[in-house]
């Protein structure tokens, strides 16, 4: 069983378009994450959400939302996308508050065109 | 935030040989993860060590988390160990474990 699953693995998209990516994970985890990496392999935290709180990394756009409808899911929401969204986007999880060690999905290739 | 710096940043291993990989973090930290990124994008859980010392068959990880450091072994390399390896550290907050990346070393076992 994978414990952290992403869908699509790839994207392939029109700048303007409005996409989504979905995360679900089995390991009985409070918190979840997304992370960016970019051309350069570069990995950036760009959300970390429980069932309190959200926190999102200042430097993402407004355009980016995640969305999670129980704390076994934590979808990715992007409006308007543009060439400077293509990237590998992670997501991840972990137990609540005070530690725990974080396991990835496979991640998702994002193109924008 | 936190700043992760890792050393070296490429290289390069004929098959059988010894390497160390060094991370160095610019304050305490509570929480430290190591990666193996494969040629295939997956990101593979090494170790989770904010302290002590921890093997896994061919490879090991020491973190001194009093000097801000952590330094990852791996010994009689393994084309299969190719690919990028991060470091990743967190200071822990109710919120949960936002985990800074360094830049990675990216490795490459010829054989």
């Known amino acids: 069983d994978t414990a952290v699953s992403q869908t699509p693995k790839y994207l392939v998209t029109q700048m303007g378009n409005d996409k989504s990516i979905k995360c679900e994970q089995n390991l009985g985890h409070d918190t979840m994450y997304w992370y960016k990496q970019d051309s350069k392999k570069f990995l950036k935290i760009m959300f970390s959400y429980n069932n309190k709180e959200l926190i999102i990394n200042e430097t993402v756009p407004n355009r980016f939302s995640p969305k999670s409808p129980d704390k076994a899911h934590l979808n990715l929401h992007i409006n308007s996308l543009e060439l400077g969204d293509s990237a590998v986007y992670f997501c991840a999880s972990s137990r609540q508050g005070g530690g725990g060690e974080l396991f990835f999905g496979e991640g998702s290739r994002l193109t924008v065109l | 935030g936190i700043q992760v710096e890792q050393s070296p940043p490429d290289l390069i291993l004929q098959e059988g040989a010894n390497s160390t990989l060094r991370c160095n973090f610019s304050?305490?930290?509570?929480?430290l993860q190591w990666f193996h990124q494969n040629p295939w994008g997956q990101l593979i859980n090494l170790f989770y060590i904010p302290s002590g010392t921890k093997q896994n068959g061919r490879l090991s990880a020491t973190t001194v988390a009093t000097e801000r450091y952590s330094l990852l072994y791996i010994s009689s390399s393994q084309t299969t160990d190719s690919g990028v390896y991060f470091c990743a550290v967190s200071r822990n907050n109710n919120a949960g474990n936002m985990l800074t990346f360094g830049g990675g070393t990216r490795l490459m076992v010829k054989p």
């Open positions: 304050d305490s930290v509570n929480n």
